[in-house]
């Protein structure tokens, strides 16, 4: 019996280790389940992204099939929300989403000041001191024109490179499952590997350039091993 407790022990022990070694490989940053469906505004746990404009907040927690989703709308504004945390890119780089766009901004190009407007945009955040100045973002959208693809630095921030993952309406009213692996993208973009971590995501919409109106949804968001 002293034999059978012993191997009982050795193999929840190996279980934890397993588990323990999995959720290391692994790191959530959203998937809603934890939120209440009908949950209007900034979802708790997350927080106002912007001190500009008069962002709506058109927010919703909704049910779509088997999972919750965040139901985001803008009608020419533009409203963003950001969840702090801490992710080592060199240990999980590869980021993973769930998006479908419903509605572009029409006209919208993030490659012109004057248009840069995004239906669905994630961004990463390498904060570096003083932030205001020398923090790099990675901005991760689904443009209304400009090509699949494209990497190009936002006319309105010095701060944020755009790469565009999707284009156009070929795609919309389709949940789509995106992987980008944020560790490469900076060193292509920046030309160097990332000596900070990731201090924050942003899920963002966008339509206050344009005048228009953008609409669509956000799944699951999570940073991954290869």
């Keep these: 019996m002293r034999s059978a407790w012993r191997l009982l022990g050795v193999v929840a022990a190996l279980n934890f280790a397993l588990v323990a070694s999995a959720s290391s490989h692994l790191v959530r940053v959203e998937d809603w ?3 209440a469906v009908g949950t209007r505004g900034i979802p708790p746990t997350w927080k106002s992204g912007q001190k500009w404009g008069q962002p709506a907040y058109d927010f ?3 049910q779509d099939s088997t999972e919750k ?7 020419g504004d533009s ?14 780089p590869i ?4 998006w479908k766009a419903v509605t572009l901004p029409q006209g919208g190009d993030s490659r012109n000041e004057a248009t840069d407007d995004q239906a669905l945009q994630i961004y990463v955040t390498f904060e570096r001191f003083p932030s205001i100045a020398r923090s790099r973002i990675i901005g991760y959208i689904w443009d209304s024109t400009a090509p699949e693809g494209l990497v190009v630095k936002s006319e309105k921030s010095r701060l ?9 309406a070929q795609h919309l009213g389709k ?6 692996n944020v560790y490469e993208d900076y060193k292509r973009i920046y030309g160097e590997e990332p000596n900070e971590p990731v201090k ?10 344009t005048k228009s109106s953008a609409e669509g949804y956000i799944g699951e968001i999570l940073f991954k091993k290869p």
């Design 33 to 35: 389940l934890n939120i």
């Design 60 to 62: 919703a927690i909704e």
């Design 79 to 92: 409203s963003t929300i950001v969840k702090e945390l801490k992710v080592n890119v060199k240990d999980t």
């Design 95 to 98: 980021l993973q989403w769930r």
């Design 160 to 168: 944020v490179t755009y790469i565009v993952v999707r284009s156009g």
């Design 200 to 209: 924050g995501v942003a899920i963002a919409t966008d339509s206050d350039d």
């Design 69 to 75: 989703v965040l139901h985001v709308k803008s009608r």
């Design 175 to 180: 949940w789509l499952t995106e992987s980008r």
